[in-house]
């Protein structure tokens, strides 16, 4: 359910931007905490609660997604609208996520006067967004509670209609863990490139932060591959594998595997060296590549012993 039902007067399909009566610059700290004030919200650190308010990262995100008048958005964490009111100067509609009711009273009256705006005053985790976009394409753009960063990236590229493309805010350590190559791959990087190509479009002080994190930020863009890499069964082995793999990163990968998959060592030394995987090898050392390599034996094994 969402705060604002279609207006009658627009024409379906095609609603109306218009203009936001708040006329306030929400990148000035000044006219930021007067808003919130105002409201009796004073932002939690605690509660991982950075509010955006430099001019520059907001244009690097905006510019990095690249938006079109025919596009929709998903905003997930919109806060006092900050990034919402860019976004719907610019997209067809703009769906802005956000769970604290503390909040929302800012976010209406930021957003007051833009009918593109819609707001969904619940946890990400707890919609669909296949039943806010059905199939049609959308971006993801958004910066990110730091606390639940990893959660919100699987959960959408999971989904049955994940975003197109994405371009979120994160922790600086969080950016450079999802662009990893071999040698620092994590469960996060795979998880992440399986989908898309993950980069860094930009770094972001925390000093760009209302109030300042203890760390810094990075906007990071993913495009979707154009198509899938694996098909469905081979991807569920793929996961599998990975999930097995980084439960004791720290092991040689024969063991690991051995340990967390319910198939014989033999047959997991068996697919190691079909792979030309040095069994003795830590899992963060393999490729995207690799693993992909590593799954399509293991199921395509399965799938000769089901036949």
Same mark, same amino acid.
């Not at 007067?34 to 950075?50: A, D, F, S, T, V």
């Not at 490729?287 to 992909?292: C, I, K, M, R, T």
């Given at each position: 359910m969402t705060d604002k039902a279609p207006n009658p007067a627009d024409t379906p399909g095609e609603p109306r931007k218009g203009q936001p009566t708040f006329s306030g610059d929400l990148?000035?700290?000044?006219?930021?905490?007067? &808003?919130?004030?105002?409201?009796?919200?004073? !932002?939690?650190?605690?509660?991982?609660?950075?509010?955006?308010?430099?001019?520059? *990262?907001?244009? /690097?995100?905006? *510019?990095a997604a690249d938006l079109s008048p025919d596009d929709s958005v998903l905003e997930v964490g919109a806060g006092p609208g900050v990034l919402t009111c860019e976004l719907a100067q610019r997209a067809r509609r703009v769906v802005a996520v956000e769970m604290d009711r503390a909040v929302l009273p800012v976010l209406r009256e930021t957003t007051a006067g833009l009918a593109n705006v819609e707001i969904i005053p619940r946890n990400l985790l707890e919609v669909a967004p296949e039943e806010v976009f059905g199939d049609a394409p959308y971006k993801l753009v958004a910066n990110l509670p730091y606390y639940i960063t990893?959660?919100?990236?699987?959960?959408?590229?999971?989904?049955?209609?994940? %975003?197109?493309?994405?371009?979120?805010?994160?922790?600086?350590?969080?950016?450079?863990?999802?662009?990893?190559?071999?040698?620092?791959?994590?469960?996060?990087?795979?998880?992440?490139?399986?989908?898309?190509? %993950?980069?860094?479009?930009?770094?972001?002080?925390?000093?760009?932060?209302?109030p300042p994190p203890k760390v810094d930020s990075a906007i990071v863009r993913v495009d979707l591959h154009p198509a899938p890499l694996l098909d469905s069964t081979t991807s569920d082995r793929f996961f599998a594998l990975i999930h097995a793999g980084f439960a004791e990163k720290r092991k040689q &990968?024969?063991?690991?595997?051995?340990?967390?998959?319910?198939?014989?060592?033999? /047959?997991?030394?068996?697919?190691?060296?079909?792979?030309?995987?040095? !069994?003795?090898?830590?899992?963060?050392?393999?490729?995207?590549?690799?693993?992909?390599?590593?799954?399509?034996?293991? /199921?395509?094994?399965?799938?000769?012993?089901?036949?």
């Open positions: 990148t000035d700290m000044g006219t930021l905490k007067r &808003l919130l004030e105002r409201h009796g919200i004073y !932002p939690n650190k605690g509660l991982g609660q950075h509010l955006l308010i430099s001019r520059r *990262a907001l244009n /690097a995100v905006v *510019a990893s959660l919100i990236l699987r959960y959408l590229l999971e989904s049955a209609n994940p %975003p197109r493309t994405l371009v979120v805010m994160v922790q600086r350590e969080v950016a450079e863990r999802l662009v990893a190559g071999p040698g620092e791959m994590s469960l996060l990087a795979l998880s992440v490139q399986f989908y898309g190509m %993950p980069r860094i479009v930009a770094y972001v002080p925390a000093t760009a932060f209302y &990968l024969h063991n690991s595997l051995a340990r967390h998959l319910d198939d014989p060592r033999e /047959a997991i030394d068996r697919w190691l060296a079909e792979a030309a995987i040095d !069994p003795m090898r830590r899992p963060q050392t393999l490729s995207l590549n690799e693993w992909l390599r590593l799954a399509r034996i293991a /199921a395509g094994e399965e799938t000769g012993k089901s036949e």
